[in-house]
């Protein structure tokens, strides 16, 4: 449901969403939530960081990722 899992997102230690709710933002459950970064520095890799912002109860409320996609700019 929304607000049982919500989590903050950094890509190389910087936070690009704070407060990530994936359910009420996608408008349900089982719904697909894309975003998009632009313009994220990388030197040779890339960390993602997933860190829940209160406290996780159980483990359906840690934060994950399905998938991810990675295009290199010029």
């Not at 449901?1 to 936070?15: I, M």
């Not at 040779?44 to 996780?56: C, F, M, Q, S």
């Amino acid at each position: 449901a929304a607000g049982d899992r919500v989590f903050n997102v950094k890509l190389n230690g910087k936070t690009v969403v704070e407060k990530l709710d994936v359910v009420a933002e996608a408008g349900g459950k089982y719904k697909a939530l894309v975003r998009t970064f632009d313009e994220v520095p990388v030197t040779d890799n890339l960390v993602i960081e997933l860190e829940p912002t209160g406290n996780v109860a159980s483990p359906n409320q840690m934060p994950f990722l399905c998938g991810i996609e990675v295009i290199q700019s010029d």
